[in-house]
C-alpha cells in the first residue's frame, strides 16, 4: 500500500483463520475508506482553491461594471458564497494537513496525556461535525420546501450554497 509515496505494509497476527479473514476485510475497508477520504479531501482544496481565485474576479467585474455603466447581477452575492465555499470545501484538507489552530502545548505534554487529549479531541469534533452536518442539512431541506432564495437580482436558490456547506462539513 503506497499512500503519499510513503510505503506501509500490513503485517498479519498469528490468530485463526477466520480471525484472520475477518481482520483482512476489515483492514481492507479500512484502507479503501481512508483512500476515499482523502480523494474527497484533496477533490475539496481543489474546489476550495477554484472558489478563492473565483472572488476577486467577481469583485473587480463588479466594481469594473459601475465604473463602465453597468452592473454585475449577483457579483456580491456570488463573492460571498464563493468565501463560504473556501471555508467550508477547504476544512478536510486543512486538517490532514495540520494546518488548523491547534492548542501545541497539550500536544507536546506526557505521551498518555496527548492520547487521551488526541482521542477527546476526535470524539468531540466527530459530534460537533455531526451535529453541524444535521443542522445543516436541515437548512438545506427548508431552503427546498419553502424555495427559499437570496435576495439579490439574481434570486439564486438558497439551497445551492447551503449545499456546498454540507459538502464541506461532509
Given at each position: ?47 476550495a482553491v477554484v472558489a478563492f481565485l ?9 466594481v469594473l461594471g459601475r465604473t463602465l ?54 470524539v468531540l469534533g466527530t459530534i460537533l ?42
Open positions: 500500500l503506497r499512500i503519499d509515496g510513503k510505503k506501509f505494509r500490513f503485517r498479519r497476527a498469528s490468530s485463526t483463520a477466520c480471525q484472520e479473514k475477518r481482520g483482512g476485510k476489515i483492514r481492507s475497508f479500512a484502507v479503501k475508506f481512508h483512500a476515499m477520504a482523502e480523494g474527497l479531501s484533496f477533490v475539496g482544496a481543489i474546489l473565483a472572488m476577486p474576479f467577481l469583485v473587480a467585474g463588479q455603466g453597468f452592473s454585475v447581477a449577483g457579483a456580491p452575492e456570488y463573492a460571498s458564497y464563493s468565501f463560504a465555499a473556501v471555508s467550508f470545501l477547504g476544512l478536510s484538507y486543512a486538517m490532514k494537513e495540520y494546518a488548523h489552530i491547534r492548542v501545541s502545548f497539550m500536544l507536546d505534554g506526557p505521551r498518555q496525556l496527548r492520547r487521551v487529549a488526541d482521542l477527546l479531541a476526535h461535525i455531526g451535529y453541524a452536518v444535521h443542522i445543516a442539512w436541515k437548512g438545506v431541506g427548508f431552503s427546498l420546501k419553502f424555495n427559499d432564495i437570496s435576495q439579490g437580482y439574481d434570486a439564486t436558490p438558497l439551497w445551492i450554497p447551503q449545499l456546498v456547506m454540507v459538502a464541506g462539513f461532509v
